[in-house]
């Protein structure tokens, strides 16, 4: 049994010792957790009773390979501005490329973003990257904080050191520091743009945490639905707040869905009476196309032969759909064949994140679905990419008043600020998808050694 295996097993004989056969403490965690605004829909954030536990040394290698391919991912993104064939592979609308093209004030093309990775034996593949409304920060580093005192865990680190990691401080200081760098001297006064839902009468938990940890700092801070925000006078505001910083957490496609170009916050921006994190230009990294160059090694030829290496052995093979020929592994294919014969080891994924598209796991559908999500994917923007199992793990879980041990799949997602990794988190969810599941949710993520 590996070390992480030895760990899992001591926590799991922890939970099945006299001391816990009560679950009064499992129940209490629960309360806390909404005590804390830890909740999504009225759920505890988290569904499982122990932490998502990665070693030390595997950390360290997540952390390299990460920010590695995010020099990658910046050089890419510097590439597409300046040539008009490699952004046009990305399929932007019209309005997101003139969006790109507004100069943000500061240097840098994504201040926050992050990497979808599964971890498995030590492997690393990394899936999905976003720079456009990365999540979790905030509600990971609260439920690490809530778990390293629950009652087991205090008991499990008796035998081993945990470390937390948190990225609420990281988050604000790379959000000054592109301030800073737009050329502002003054402190800030915050809005943090989000869309509200249907229904939602409140602003989400997550931001809240957000928001309160940036005005204890000393930042004036309000959470705004884009329909709140006012251009006046050379002057955004959100009610009495004058902004001069936006924290965005609006995607593009849908802001651009709901609004045209003379909008508030677009007219601010274009105008430079605002600074903006993420700009616009995030948008570029945020579509699934950007895989497609970065896999394309007549496009990375010239990057650093590190970079070259993190490409070829952490990100899928992954192409634009389209007919016509496409290479891989050195080979030229034709690429609606290639996908039609190597159904049981390809996804389908819209370029864009969207209610109204979906992706499509060749494993999980009949030759005669497969062909009609191609046709789909020939319609409107679409990628093909390897298969990359998801790693999944035993975690127990507090159902209906009981304790259970689960099968969950579990993501990893490594925080970058301003290229710099600083700290992750987890999701789980339900292994077995062939069926509705409300399993799932984010797991406390600690680092792991021996004492």
Not at 42 to 47: F, M, R, V
Not at 102 to 126: C, E, I, K, Q, W
Not at 143 to 167: A, I, M, Q, T
Request: glycine share 6%; net charge neutral; hydrophobic share 40%.
């Amino acid at each position: 049994m590996t070390q992480l295996g030895e760990a899992i097993a001591r926590y799991h004989r922890i939970l099945e010792g006299e001391a816990y056969k009560d679950l009064s403490w499992a129940e209490t965690l629960q309360e806390e957790m909404r005590a804390r605004n830890l909740t999504s829909g009225g759920k505890p954030i988290s569904p499982v009773l122990r932490p998502h536990f990665v070693m030390q040394r595997q950390y360290a290698a997540l952390v390299k390979a990460a920010e590695t391919l995010f020099s990658a991912i910046d050089r890419i993104k510097q590439l597409a501005l300046s040539t008009p064939a490699l952004l046009g592979r990305l399929e932007l609308l019209p309005a997101e490329k003139m969006l790109a093209g507004v100069d943000p004030g500061y240097p840098f093309l994504a201040v926050t973003s992050r990497l979808s990775t599964h971890m498995d034996n030590g492997n690393l593949r990394f899936v999905d990257y976003n720079a456009d409304t990365p999540t979790g920060v905030a509600y990971a580093e609260a439920l690490n904080d809530l778990f390293y005192e629950c009652p087991p865990v205090r008991e499990f680190r008796k035998r081993y050191n945990l470390s937390k990691s948190g990225g609420l401080k990281h988050l604000l200081q790379s959000l000054l520091k592109a301030y800073k760098e737009s050329g502002r001297r003054q402190s800030p006064k915050i809005a943090i743009v989000e869309f509200r839902q249907p229904f939602q009468t409140v602003d989400s938990d997550e931001l809240m945490l957000v928001r309160e940890f940036f005005r204890k700092a000393g930042y004036p801070t309000e959470i705004a639905s884009p329909d709140q925000l006012e251009y006046r006078n050379g002057v955004l505001r959100r009610g009495d707040l004058a902004i001069d910083l936006v924290y965005r957490r609006v995607k593009v496609q849908e802001f651009l869905v709901r609004f045209d170009l003379n909008h508030p916050l677009v007219r601010a921006y274009r105008e430079g009476a605002i600074c903006m994190v993420n700009s616009f230009r995030s948008e570029l990294a945020h579509k699934k196309a950007i895989f497609d160059l970065l896999t394309d090694e007549t496009v990375t030829s010239g990057f650093p032969a590190a970079e070259r290496k993190a490409i070829r052995d952490h990100i899928p093979w992954t192409r634009l759909v389209a007919q016509g020929k496409a290479t891989r592994n050195g080979e030229q294919v034709d690429l609606t064949e290639f996908i039609l014969k190597n159904r049981e080891t390809l996804v389908l994924k819209p370029n864009d994140e969207s209610p109204d598209q979906h992706s499509f796991c060749g494993w999980e559908v009949d030759g005669a679905a497969w062909e009609r999500a191609l046709k789909i994917a020939l319609r409107s923007p679409y990628v093909v990419q390897e298969r990359v199992a998801s790693p999944v793990a035993s975690f127990p879980v507090y159902q209906w008043g009981e304790l259970q041990m689960r099968d969950l799949s579990v993501d990893l997602h490594p925080h970058a600020f301003l290229g710099r990794v600083q700290g992750c988190s987890s999701w789980v969810c339900a292994a077995d998808t062939s069926g509705f599941s409300t399993l799932s949710g984010l797991a406390p993520t600690f680092i792991i050694e021996n004492r």
